[in-house]
């Protein structure tokens, strides 16, 4: 079935850096957009930025520059992101979330990777 | 960047009755808009896009209405398992794409 696999759990100290998978299956990942998407403890859901399997285009939130690298895998069905310099503001769950039809929504969504920073 | 408002807050409505969650954005996002129903320890779900349109799999009693900068997502007859925290999306003028603070929708 359509579905998004994220990594398990992390523990970061501050200034570390941590990288997320999401791999994909039962549809054709080089034809889609993914998104990540984070959600700090209690809080509301943060769009962080997109790639596109197809052409490796990538957009990010401005307050994410610098610190973020989004790539993907065709070979794996697999996108990755990459979140460097590390502060417990970025204590959250991320999710990514495939394009759907590209209109920008997003249909399908990983279960989520919590990323915990602390020293 | 655009922001996007969501009103009330939380919302109590008892089972069976009509719930109505409002979203406005800071200007124009045509008819870009989302909707999505999150449950604690879950991931989003998508439940509208372009505004009215119903994703895959989601009941009539969901229904999305708005353009421009004023939404509306209404649930005409409450069940148990719609009490959740719903968030709308706007996709039009990205990056970034940008979320409302969401409504928690309580059982009264």
């Known amino acids: 079935q359509v579905q998004l696999v994220q990594s398990g759990a992390e523990v970061k100290k501050p200034g570390a850096s941590v990288k997320v998978s999401c791999k994909a299956s039962g549809f054709n990942f080089a034809t889609f957009g993914f998104n990540w998407v984070r959600q700090a403890p209690g809080q509301g859901l943060e769009w962080m930025g997109w790639?596109?399997?197809?052409?490796?285009?990538?957009k990010h939130a401005q307050k994410f520059q610098g610190r973020v690298t989004m790539t993907a895998d065709t070979s794996t069905s697999t996108a990755y992101l990459d979140l460097r310099s590390l502060t417990s503001d970025d204590t959250a769950v991320y999710y990514c979330?495939?394009?759907?039809?590209?209109?920008?929504?997003?249909?399908?969504w990983g279960q989520g990777t919590t990323v915990i920073v602390s020293s | 960047e655009i922001v996007m408002t969501q009103a009330p807050a939380t919302l109590s409505v008892s089972p069976g009755e009509r719930a109505t969650l409002s979203c406005r954005a800071s200007q124009s996002v045509s008819s870009d808009l989302a909707w999505y129903q999150q449950k604690p320890g879950q991931a989003p779900r998508l439940l509208i896009f372009g505004a009215s349109t119903r994703a895959t799999g989601i009941p009539a009693r969901f229904s999305g209405s708005g353009f421009g900068t004023e939404f509306t997502l209404t649930i005409s007859s409450l069940q148990s398992e719609d009490f959740a925290v719903y968030y709308c999306q706007q996709y039009n003028n990205w990056p970034p794409s940008t979320f409302g603070q969401g409504t928690k929708l309580e059982i009264k």
């Open positions: 790639i596109s399997p197809f052409n490796d285009n990538t």
């Open positions: 979330a495939r394009d759907h039809d590209s209109t920008g929504a997003m249909d399908v």
